[in-house]
Every structure is written in C-alpha cells, then in structure tokens.
C-alpha cells in the first residue's frame, strides 16, 4: 500500500493549479454535507438543465469528460503523469474557480488490492500536509457512468480568508486511479461548484455508455 500513497501523494495534488486560482491554506469552520449510509450506492449524474451549460466532451487518455463552458484549458507535468484543468474567468479579486483531473497508474504491488475507500484516505492525507486545518465531509459512494466512485466535500478559509469550497471525486478502472476536483471561493462557489460538479459526473470511458 506504500507505492499507491506515494502515487497520490505526489500525483494528485494539483500543487500547480495554486498558482492560477490563488493561495490555499485553511483554518477551520464547521463543514456538513449528508453521510453516505448503508443504502445501495447512489447513481451520480449532471442535474436537469446542467448539460446546457458544459462544453464539448474532451478526451483525456482512455477517458473524456464534458468540462463547463468557456472554461480554459491548462495542463501540466506531474512526474510521470500529465494533470489537467479548467479555468473559469477570474473573480473582482483575480481567483479563478478550477476545475481539475488526474490520471495515474496503480503501482504493480497495489492493483489486485486497492479500494476507493484507500485511495480516498490517501488523497485526504495527501491534502491534508498541504493544508492542515482543511475540513473534510464523510466519503460517500456511487457510480458515474458505470464507474464506482467515490466522492468528499471539503471547505475552509485561505490566506486572504476567503472561504473557499471544493469537492473530489475518486474511481479505479483497471490498472489506472483517477481523480477530478473543483473549488472555488465564496460568493461564487454557490453557483460555479454545481456547474463544475456536473462536468466530473459527465466523466466516462468512451466506450462505455
């Protein structure tokens, strides 16, 4: 399970991104989103009307994904691995809302026995050395697009002390782990998140249906 730490931790957080969107470091507030229960996995996907506002599907690697409109497109190198993202038009203050996506591979020693619930404890671990005070909701679980996914919410002030909200999103297909997240700064976030959270759930293998 080492190797698999190692591939988040270094892999999916979008370090970079902080550069477009603006400083990230948190302190703490009270945070709650409804807890994933023992009901049977939830089916996620965009809202009614949602579609109209995201863009044209985008292939990346063996994936696509529809991202919101006139939204930016940006990438970068992560080791081995390209991350990639969307940037809406900047807020009053210059912060942009993100959205962004990971591709990397399961290392050999992890790939028969690598769950969502380990890798989404290794993303929370991950982020929480970048940002230690950050608050975090209880993982839930479902599908998109016939994938099983996890997902968590997370929010809390930056260095400027806005108060910013973000989501993840996490899936294993074959020998790959995947990782797409949003966040965005109050006011905006109220609109901007729902909007970037309907392009993850639009997140598929082009063969699939």
Not at 61 to 73: E, Q
């Amino acid at each position: 399970m080492r190797g698999i730490l190692k591939t988040v931790k270094h892999r999916f957080h979008f370090i970079g991104l902080a550069a477009l969107i603006g400083p990230i470091g948190f302190a703490l507030s009270p945070f709650a989103v409804p807890a994933r229960g023992d009901a049977a996995p939830q089916i996620w996907r965009p809202a009614e009307g949602a579609l109209k506002l995201l863009g044209a599907e985008t292939k990346i690697d063996a994936f696509s994904i529809r991202p919101p409109l006139n939204y930016k497109f940006v990438s970068m190198q992560q080791g081995p691995n390209m991350a990639y993202g969307w940037t809406g038009a900047p807020h009053p203050n210059g912060i942009l809302p993100a959205l962004y996506f990971t591709i990397a591979a399961i290392p050999p020693d992890d790939q028969t026995n690598l769950t969502l619930e380990d890798g989404v404890a290794a993303q929370i671990r991950s982020q929480r050395k970048h940002e230690p005070d950050a608050i975090f909701s209880k993982p839930e679980y479902g599908t998109v697009n016939g994938l099983a996914t996890a997902r968590f919410y997370w929010k809390g002030h930056d260095r400027l002390n806005l108060m910013r909200h973000g989501l993840c999103y996490l899936t294993i297909s074959g020998k790959m782990i995947c990782m797409a997240g949003a966040q965005d700064i109050e006011p905006y976030s109220a609109s901007s998140l729902p909007i970037m959270e309907a392009a993850i759930q639009t997140f598929r293998k082009p063969s699939e249906p």
